[in-house]
Every structure is written in C-alpha cells, then in structure tokens.
C-alpha cells in the first residue's frame, strides 16, 4: 500500500473533490506510464491510499503530494496492530526509536497514546532498543483509517503543489534550460503544458513530471493558440507570442534558490 498525504488541495474548498480526482488520475496514468496496471485508488479522511505492491521511486515526482509512506494493511485489532508493528520494526528499525499513532478512524476503543505505549513496551522488551521521543533514529507510524491499520516507517517527501491539468493550459517556449525549470514550476502550480521546442532541446527532464508526455506544438500560430484554448506564455528570456499573458515562474527568486531549485527538479544537464 502507498499512503499519501496532500496539503495544497485543501486550500480549494468545494473544488476540492475535483482536485482529488485530479490527482487520483495523474498517479493512475504515471502508473500506466511506467508499464503498470492502473490501481485502484480510495480517498479516505485527507489520504489518498494506492492499492499495490510496488514501492515506486517516481511517486514523489507527482506533483500534488505532499508525502507518502510505505505501508502495511492490517485490520483493527491491537494484538494484530502490535505483532506487524513489531515485524516491520524488526526488519527495519534501529534505535532509539519512537511511535506515533493518528486515531483518523474514532470508532477504535483505544487511544493513541495506548496504541502507542502498547507497540513500544513490545519492541524495547524484544528488540531491547531505547525510547526516545525527540532525539530518535526510526519512526514506527500507525495511521487509522476507516476500519483499517496502516502501519510505517518513515515518510518521502513530495514536491507538493496542485495535480497538472487543474489550472489550465500554458505555452512554453523553451529556449534554456531554465525554461524547462520555469515550465516545472509552473506544472506544480497545476497548468498543463503545450511545448514549443523550436532547438530540438531534450525534454527528457520535463517528462519526468508529467504523467503521459508533454504536448509537442510543432509551429505556433494564432489559430493553435484558439484551438489549445491557451491562457499564457512560459519564458524566461523575455519572448512571448501573439496577445499571450507571459509569465516567468523564476522572477523574484535570488540566484541561491534558483541554483536550489535547479538541484531539486533538474537533476541532469541539459
């Protein structure tokens, strides 16, 4: 099972079941992208649980998802809670240690602090390790959801933002490498992206955001614009094109954060 979390969706209110299936499908068609079945994807109490075996590297390139975990179903019983608990652990862990517990489904008779105290009295009488709720080298995390247990070690980090496709459609004009960084940003802003590539520049790093392959527009013309129903220009050379809006997503940004931004999306040369 792969838990993810999300944080910007919330921000949408009553569009947020639109945002959600939004991102329910980019995981399912990176999926498909990758040689795999889509899988089957619920969306209980602020998660968005995948229902598979594999523990993808590229989930965290799926923008949306502010992070996941690798984790095991159990139902809610607490010997059964503490035995996999202590399993995982076992494989995993090493101290000192410490275990969270977030009670999402109330209906389970006990606390988090007893769920918790439960799983750490077993592990430091078999694994002989220390608690240590601050200054701890593994985090064991039980999660309740909606009659289940979902137990973990340890969260990936996303890159957060809105699934691609839910704000609209952008031209970007690539001329350098930064314009493939800008056409990034703007993708975890939500905009889909149609791409003039007039120097054949490798888009090998903007692919590998996108859950399918980016729009190629191979010459621009006022009637693609019109038939793209295209609302702006992406570059950071200062070209534009026709009555476009042109927007450079690295204005404003010191040249320490662009070489920081650069590290985190660009992680080839161009």
């Avoid at 991102?23 to 619920?42: A, E």
């Avoid at 399993?87 to 000192?96: D, E, N, T, W």
């Avoid at 410490?98 to 109330?106: A, E, I, M």
């Avoid at 450079?248 to 660009?266: I, S, V, Y």
């Amino acid at each position: 099972m792969i838990l993810i979390r999300y944080d910007e969706i919330w921000l949408k209110g009553q569009n947020q079941i639109h945002f959600l299936h939004a991102l329910r499908k980019s995981i399912q068609h990176f999926f498909v992208k990758k040689g795999h079945p889509k899988p089957p994807i619920t969306t209980p109490h602020g998660r968005l649980i995948v229902e598979t075996d594999l523990e993808p590297y590229w989930v965290k390139n799926i923008f949306g998802i502010s992070s996941y975990s690798f984790a095991t179903r159990v139902p809610l019983d607490l010997e059964t809670i503490k035995e996999t608990s202590l399993a995982l652990y076992s494989r995993c862990g090493i101290g000192p240690f410490r275990v969270t517990c977030q009670r999402l489904d109330k209906r389970f008779p006990h606390t988090s602090q007893e769920i918790e105290k439960t799983i750490g009295a077993q592990i430091v009488q078999t694994m002989r390790h220390d608690v240590n709720l601050t200054h701890y080298t593994t985090e064991l995390s039980v999660e309740l959801i909606n009659g289940w247990a979902y137990i973990f070690i340890g969260r990936i980090q996303g890159h957060g933002g809105y699934p691609v496709g839910t704000q609209g459609k952008a031209l970007l004009l690539v001329d350098t490498t930064d314009d493939l960084l800008a056409g990034i940003l703007m993708m975890k802003r939500g905009c889909n992206l149609l791409v003039h590539n007039p120097l054949k520049k490798d888009l090998g790093q903007l692919a590998r955001y996108h859950a399918t392959e980016p729009g190629i527009l191979p010459e621009l013309s006022d009637e693609a614009i019109t038939r793209y129903n295209l609302l702006a220009c992406v570059n950071t050379s200062g070209t534009g094109f026709g009555g476009l809006v042109r927007l450079n997503p690295l204005a404003g940004f010191t040249l320490e954060e662009l070489e920081g931004l650069r590290a985190t999306f660009l992680s080839e040369s161009f």
